[in-house]
């Protein structure tokens, strides 16, 4: 971003923020003394106008009439870039503040990342803090406003513009030459762009914006990677659980009344690696059964089934040398249940099949015709040339997303790669032989197959066209290493069939860090889905610390 351009946008903002109307819902007559102490900001760049910018803003946006009270750096005797929790806190008694504000910026190229807390001076204990990051500069104006919307609803009872959801709005009428709704194919980041507020925040939606378009919400942290993630009613309550995976662990949550609640947490051994969530009623039973793929320390696919008892959430099936995969077809009545064999000298066995609940076991009921060098995990079936034939979505060994008819034939191919995992597997021959080669300095099995990622076909204009959503996490290696990954950021986006190939219609905003899955799902329980993944915004090897990942939800108005 142009730094006068930035300049002028904090100072724009920070007099909006001066005007904006707020909800005087303010306990107690008592004037509230707050000390806002100057961000410490990490950066190669001098830039110490942002700093005034933050400090400016936080202050116009916490000062209210006779109720609260801003306690200028200049009292706290406290250098630019000197504050820590125990300066911070020595200065709020040394200027009798009731409360204390500061925080680090850290700036990587575009990246940003925000920390900030708000102690009770008095009791020295944190009320509010974020841990919040953005693909650029700019995103420290949605940061800050995250922050000071989180302390004038929790600490001051004060509900401002900023810290409540966006109305919903009746769709444009606004029609293009053919009949077609004009705002239905417009790009998300454009309709985004028409809000004033929050775009990320946790916890809660947040706009500042009569007329948003789209709304963006994040979990809490969660300090490990996680890589699968599904959503379907488990407990047969007629609610939508979120169910997500790192290595070793199932996390299950639900969201209601705005609420991300952790409903269950299931450890699974140390030998088990989960490569995969998916989750569908195959059994008929109107609950979802929770279907893991986990892979042994060997390569050997050790997957397993859950399902809700009434008590507890139990292996229904167990030990399945099976790679599992649900797709949502129309055509085959909904959810359906795909799988295949692991192999031994490579790493999988056999074809993609059907399965099907039979006699209390999953089998194979209909081998699927896949071209060649598709997998369980990259492919989906769809209308995308919206002729009423089917067709096959994959991707190959490269990335690169192939078209194919029903006699296999390749169609269509993309120009570039998408998708982008750090997920892999490997044959299990290569790996017993690597354990028995004591003279290479690196033992570790040659081949390794890194996961495609999930392609999703539907109908996102509501135009009753199909169209396909992808992702693409940026690889700044450049690919150039086939067993290393460096992922730095992602984004989706939504292709349609133009006569020629698919062609972007429109895509997301790059989030910085790495989207490891995704899927549509009514993660909110409001009955209607929205576009879910999962967000690994540090990796164990970063020197940033260790590996931390969100959840996060993308809502269409």
């Not at 200049?74 to 204390?100: M, N, R, S």
């Not at 001076?121 to 406003?145: C, M, W």
């Not at 369980?376 to 979505?393: H, I, K, P, R």
């Not at 429109?506 to 329980?525: A, E, P, Q, V």
Request: aromatic share 10%; glycine share 10%.
């Amino acid at each position: 971003m142009n730094l006068k351009l930035f300049k002028n946008t904090i100072l724009i903002l920070a007099v909006v923020l001066s005007l904006s109307g707020a909800n005087t819902a303010f306990p107690a007559d008592k004037i509230s003394k707050v000390l806002i102490l100057p961000f410490n900001i990490h950066s190669e760049k001098d830039l110490s106008f942002l700093q005034r910018g933050i400090g400016e803003m936080l202050s116009t946006r916490l000062a209210f009439n006779n109720k609260v009270k801003i306690i200028g750096k200049e009292e706290a005797g406290i250098a630019a870039g000197k504050a820590d929790e125990k300066a911070a806190l020595a200065a709020g008694e040394k200027t009798g503040a009731d409360y204390v504000l500061f925080g680090n910026l850290t700036v990587f190229g575009e990246s940003i990342s925000t920390d900030a807390k708000f102690y009770d001076a008095r009791t020295k204990s944190p009320l509010v803090v974020i841990n919040e990051f953005g693909s650029s500069q700019g995103d420290v104006i949605y940061h800050i406003n995250v922050f000071a919307a989180k302390i004038n609803e929790t600490v001051f009872g004060r509900k401002t513009v900023s810290s409540q959801a966006p109305a919903k709005q009746a769709p444009s009428q606004q029609t293009s030459g053919g009949g077609q709704s004009l705002d239905s194919r417009k790009n998300p980041e454009e309709m985004w762009a028409k809000q004033s507020g929050i775009k990320m925040a946790s916890d809660e939606a947040f706009s500042g914006s009569a007329e948003p378009a789209a709304v963006l919400w994040k979990s809490k942290k969660f300090e490990t990677k996680l890589k699968g993630l599904a959503i379907g009613d488990i407990d047969g309550d007629g609610k939508m659980e979120t169910v997500f995976a790192d290595d070793h662990n199932i996390f299950i949550y639900r969201q209601t009344a705005g609420k991300f609640e952790k409903i269950k947490e299931i450890a699974g051994k140390t030998y088990e690696f989960y490569r995969g969530i998916d989750i569908a009623d195959i059994n008929g039973n109107k609950k979802a059964e929770i279907f893991v793929t986990a892979i042994s320390e060997g390569g050997r696919v050790i997957s397993f089934v859950l399902e809700w008892d009434g008590k507890d959430y139990k292996k229904i099936s167990d030990n399945e040398d099976w790679h599992y995969r649900v797709l949502d077809i129309p055509g085959r009545g909904g959810k359906v249940l795909f799988g295949q064999k692991g192999g031994n000298a490579n790493i999988f066995s056999g074809n993609v099949y059907e399965l099907k609940w039979v006699s209390g076991n999953y089998i194979s009921a209909n081998k699927e015709v896949l071209p060649k060098g598709l997998n369980v995990y990259g492919f989906n079936y769809g209308d995308v040339l919206n002729s009423g034939q089917e067709m096959t979505l994959g991707f190959n060994a490269s990335e690169y997303l192939g078209l194919f008819d029903a006699n296999g034939n390749e169609e269509w191919t993309s120009s570039e790669p998408y998708g982008g995992s750090s997920s892999y597997l490997e044959p299990p021959a290569e790996i017993e032989a690597a354990k028995k080669t004591r003279y290479d300095p690196d033992p570790r099995p040659q081949t390794r197959l890194y996961l495609p990622q999930r392609i999703i076909v539907t109908d996102f204009g509501n135009d009753k066209k199909k169209e396909v959503l992808i992702v693409k996490n940026i690889d700044t290696s450049g690919g150039i290493f086939s067993r290393i990954r460096i992922f730095n950021s992602g984004y989706f986006e939504c292709l349609s069939w133009d006569n020629v190939g698919l062609s972007p219609i429109w895509k997301t905003r790059k989030f910085s860090g790495y989207i490891s899955d995704y899927t549509l799902g009514d993660i909110d329980n409001d009955g209607k889905d929205e576009l879910v993944f999962l967000l690994v915004t540090q990796t164990g090897g970063s020197t940033l610390g260790d590996d931390r990942s969100f959840v996060v939800s993308w809502d269409a108005k």
